[in-house]
Structures are given as structure tokens and as C-alpha cells.
């Protein structure tokens, strides 16, 4: 889930103290806590299923452009893993063997986030990203989901405007969001057919312990961020005892994935947003937009009001390109991960908008999301509605009086977030109806979470750390942005807590608080 890319998705959709927890063994990280399987993995018919863990893997080099230990292989899986003797399906993934001997603890498998985003350079990515120390004690290993890219693509055939993942709500567009939405469903239906109930998060799991049993791997260690840290909770879930290391960076709340995975932006931007503004007035001098914290926002509804009634053109910044012509959603748009990430950017921008010269009324609103490629965004759609469907709504008045409400209660994010999506017209009939998994387990796993998340905020990151009963969490307090770890602004405090427990296995006495 990348903020303002995927699971910001949709929004238009990459660490000290004493340690103590179990040893580290071969084959795995920390050790899990004991844990049974699921009744939903019971059931699945062993026999079947046998032929798939002991599949033998033909690697090859990945690209000729790539490096030469840069290795991928296809690993076939189960499309309905109630009827693992019918049809199979194939993931794609890739490989580095960047262990020492005498050091390795197993396989690092990591998913980027999503759900959408392919994984299988994660390896390549990773190795110049992690400590020395880390690299030494893992082979790396990627993957691309299963519909995505190279694992068995589903396409839904969407036109250019289908793409846009989400649309702000206007009375006057909603019969066409409305439209939109069903035609959405209703391609994907045609094109993908029964596969499509297949695609989900619960499934992917599955095909992660495949492609532990066909790599020959007692357990498999893990690093996911946003949607890849609740895909690495729902494996620990599935398979506590081939849960190794478990590394969730920026989860989603375990408990409201669906719609309420997207609506929660809108609750939890509303505390940076009041932040915001208490910092800009305590700025006035600077800009000029009230010195008390109402008066700014009320400068901020002022400006989005006016753009909706006649557009403005922003002259230029450092933050908005020049000449862009924008309306009140497209204004909110730009300014959503100002407002979480660089509140001084979003300051400027609110002022020079604020004095912007008016345009004629554009014939089509800016939506308020990018496009992304027809195969992403059939594996969103798929995985979003299909993981939890009793989460959406079949009533599209529903969406429109969500929308409206939440338009006041959360002026920032309120009506994109809660205007209807395919979803509301999303197949049910047919194909795995259990796929909504209650994360609820006691496996050690280490949980990561920024203050201020723009796409899976702080109450989001803390759920995951209650759900994931062995966890600790580490929370960078003021930390900024979607993603803490591997990136130039992470804090050294959660990147030693990181290495420490990847390289020892063990988990901090309690949780830990960083300082961004």
C-alpha cells in the first residue's frame, strides 16, 4: 500500500535497547510461538496439495539486463485452494543468494505494498537498502502476487477514465461515479470470470507457504509495507509455525479491511490537519493566514469553497505545478500528503492559492486520484472488494449520504474516501466466499508506525500490534509519511531495532519509541 500511489493506492493507490525474546535456528528467524492451523486450513485436501510444496524450481537469469545472480522461477499454485486438483495458476519469483555460509538464517521474503504493486525486484532493491548484517544472514526473495504482473495477470480491460481509482463526490457527477463503478464490476466480471473470487489477500498467503515449501524452507522471515504488512499478519495467521522473523511496516487495521481501510484516512488526516493549522497560526507572520488555528481553517474551507465555484490557475511552487488549474477537489487532492508531510509547503501553497487568478470552469472536474495500469488496478479491485465484501455497501444512496456527511466531518478527505467504488457492485456468486481473516495471534513479529500516516494511520498501525499478540511496536513519534523503514528519512533508532531483531531473532523487552 505507497502513499499517493497504490494503497494510498487508490489514492491513486517502499532501528536499541536490551533485546530478548527466542533464539534464531536455521532455516528461519525468530522462532514463532506455537499455534495451530486454522479449521479453513484444515480443510484443504493434503494430497493435493503435496504436489505443489515438492514442485522442483527451473531458475533463470531474470533479464539480461539484469545482474547474473539475479535468478527468477515460476511456482504453480492452486487457483481455489478448496480444489487444489483442478485448476493451478503460476507466481512469479525471484532470488538472490546473498547468505554467508555459516551466518544464514533463511529466506527474506518482502512485498512492497499494494495491493497492486509488483515485488519481484524487491531483492535488488534490498540488497543496497539493508545493513550488511541483514543481507549476510538471508537469501532475498520477491514476488509478484498472484494476478499481477508475472503471476498469472488479470486484466479487466478499463478504459483511460476507468483507471482513476476514486472521485470526489458531487451532486452533479454522482449518477456517472455511480456508472463508472458498476461498468468497473461489471468488465472485470466479463474478462477475469471465475478467477477473479480467487484473487485476495487470504489466497496470496497460501501461495507464500508454497513458495516456502518449494524453496525446501522450514519457515520464511518477512518485510512488508502497508497491504504487504497485512498480507505478512494473515500468513502468521494461516501458518504460525512457518512464520519466521515478521517485520510489518505502516499495516492497515487488520479488523477493517475493505471499506474501511480507505475511510479511515479521512478520520485519521483530521488530527494533522487541526496540527496544521495550530502550526501555520502560531506562523502568521509568515503566511498571512490567521494567527489563531480557526482562522486558518477557515482560510483552507474558504479557498476549496471558491475553487469549486470558479477554479484557480496557481502561478507557481515548490509544491503545485505551475499553470495547473484546479478545482476544490484538486486543491484537497495536492494538499492531503502536504498536510501530513511538509506542513511549511502546504502553508505556501494555501497562501499563493489563496490569491490565484480565477479560470473559466473547466467541461470535466479534475478527478481526485491518478490512473495506474489496467492489470494493477484489476488486482486493487479485486483484492479490495473481495476480501471483505460485506464491508461495501450494495445500496449506492448509501455512498452518497456517506459522502455527504463525511464531506463536513472530515472536510480534508471526507467525500473522496467515502464515494461509491465498484465495489458496491462487485460479483459475489461463486468461487471463495472465506477470505476475511481475523488476525489474532500470538506469533512474535515486530510492528512499525509513523505518527503521521497519511494511508494507514497511527490508530491503524497500534490495531495491528494488538491483533499480533507476540508483537512489539516500534512508533516514531512526530515521524511523517507512509513507510518508516529502508528509506533516507528513517529514524537510527528504528533501524537498529530492525537489524538487531533480523539478526539475533529476538524481539525488544517492550515496545519502543522513536524520535523522527
Not at 515478521?246 to 479521512?266: K, N, Q
Request: charged letters at 20%; one cysteine or more; aromatic letters at 6%.
Amino acid at each position: 500500500m505507497r502513499a499517493n500511489n497504490h494503497l494510498m493506492w487508490i489514492a491513486a493507490m517502499a532501528v536499541t535497547g536490551l533485546i530478548a525474546g527466542c533464539s534464531p535456528s536455521a532455516g528461519g528467524g525468530a522462532q514463532p510461538a506455537s499455534g495451530k492451523a486454522t479449521s479453513a486450513e484444515k480443510s484443504l485436501e493434503p494430497v493435493a496439495l503435496a504436489r505443489y510444496q515438492r514442485q522442483r524450481l527451473r531458475w533463470t537469469r531474470c533479464a539480461a539486463s539484469r545482474p547474473a545472480d539475479y535468478l527468477c522461477a515460476m511456482v504453480e499454485v492452486p487457483l481455489d485452494y478448496r480444489h487444489p486438483d483442478k485448476a493451478a495458476i503460476t507466481v512469479g519469483i525471484s532470488r538472490l543468494r546473498t547468505a554467508v555460509r555459516g551466518k544464514r538464517l533463511g529466506v527474506l521474503l518482502s512485498n512492497p505494498g499494494g495491493p497492486g504493486v509488483a515485488g519481484l525486484d524487491s531483492p535488488l532493491q534490498l540488497r543496497n537498502a539493508l545493513p550488511k548484517a541483514v543481507v549476510e544472514r538471508y537469501d532475498l526473495v520477491g514476488f509478484d502476487p498472484r494476478g499481477l504482473n508475472e503471476s498469472s495477470p488479470i486484466r479487466c480491460h478499463l478504459t483511460e477514465g476507468e483507471l482513476v481509482s476514486l472521485h470526489p463526490y458531487r451532486p452533479s457527477t454522482f449518477g456517472q461515479d455511480r456508472a463508472r463503478a458498476s461498468a468497473i464490476a461489471k468488465k472485470c466480471a466479463a474478462h477475469v470470470g471465475s478467477r477473479l473470487a480467487f484473487i485476495n489477500t487470504r489466497n496470496t498467503a497460501r501461495d507464500l507457504d508454497i513458495i516456502r515449501a518449494a524453496l525446501g524452507e522450514q519457515r520464511i522471515s518477512y518485510l512488508g509495507w502497508s497491504w504487504g504488512a497485512y498480507l505478512g499478519a494473515v500468513y502468521s495467521q494461516l501458518f504460525p509455525t512457518h512464520a519466521g522473523a515478521m517485520v510489518l511496516d505502516s499495516s492497515p487495521d487488520p479488523g477493517g479491511m475493505g471499506r474501511g481501510t480507505i475511510r479511515s484516512w479521512a478520520e485519521s488526516a483530521q488530527p494533522a490537519f487541526e496540527a496544521w493549522a495550530r502550526w501555520t497560526a502560531q506562523r502568521d507572520d509568515s503566511y498571512h493566514l490567521g494567527n489563531e488555528p480557526a482562522m486558518v481553517r477557515a482560510a483552507f474551507t474558504r479557498l476549496v469553497a471558491g475553487a469549486d465555484r470558479q477554479p484557480v490557475t496557481n502561478s507557481g511552487s515548490d509544491s503545485i505545478s505551475a499553470d495547473a488549474v484546479l478545482d476544490g477537489a484538486g486543491i484537497r487532492d495536492l494538499l492531503r500528503p502536504l498536510l501530513v508531510e511538509d506542513w511549511p509547503a502546504a502553508a505556501r501553497s494555501v497562501a499563493r492559492l489563496s490569491h490565484a487568478s480565477s479560470v473559466t470552469l473547466p467541461s470535466e472536474p479534475r478527478a481526485a486520484a491518478e490512473p495506474i495500469d489496467d492489470n494493477a488496478a484489476s488486482v486493487l479491485w479485486a483484492v479490495m472488494c473481495g476480501d471483505n465484501p460485506s464491508s461495501w455497501p450494495r445500496e449506492p444512496e448509501r455512498y452518497r449520504r456517506d459522502a455527504v456527511r463525511d464531506s463536513v466531518r472530515y472536510p480534508l478527505y471526507g467525500d473522496f474516501v467515502s464515494n461509491i467504488t465498484p465495489c458496491a457492485f462487485w460479483p459475489r456468486d461463486g468461487g471463495e466466499r472465506e477470505t476475511v481473516t481475523q488476525v489474532n495471534n500470538s506469533v512474535p513479529s515486530l510492528v512499525l508506525q509513523n505518527q503521521w500516516d497519511p494511508a494507514t494511520p497511527e490508530a491503524s498501525g497500534r490495531a495491528m500490534g494488538q491483533a499480533m499478540k507476540g508483537s512489539r511496536l516500534v512508533y516514531v513519534k512526530g515521524g511523517r509519511g507512509h513507510y518508516v523503514y529502508g528509506l533516507p528519512t528513517t529514524p537510527r533508532c528504528v533501524a537498529d531495532v530492525v537489524k538487531a531483531y533480523l539478526v539475533t531473532g529476538r524481539l525488544p523487552d517492550s515496545d519502543v519509541t522513536c524520535q523522527a
